[in-house]
């Protein structure tokens, strides 16, 4: 945090931004979640079969 500090006093064209508490909500992608979830517990040595949820 000190290096983005530092940056941030010494650039004087640099800026910040505050995202937003929301930002992660609005910016969550199910797809890529769901493939980081697969690959996770592939890697944990599990075989993964998804079939899409009756409504």
């Given at each position: 945090?000190?290096?983005i500090?530092?940056?941030?006093?010494t650039?004087?064209?640099?800026?910040?931004?505050?995202?937003?508490?929301?930002?992660?909500?609005?910016?969550?992608?199910?797809?890529r979640?769901?493939?980081?979830?697969?690959?996770?517990?592939?890697?944990?040595?599990?075989?993964?079969?998804?079939?899409?949820?009756?409504?």
């Open positions: 945090m000190l290096v500090a530092w940056y941030l006093i650039d004087p064209d640099a800026s910040y931004q505050e995202l937003g508490a929301d930002w992660h909500r609005r910016h969550l992608d199910p797809a979640t769901t493939r980081d979830l697969v690959r996770q517990l592939q890697a944990l040595g599990h075989q993964v079969a998804l079939t899409p949820a009756s409504t």
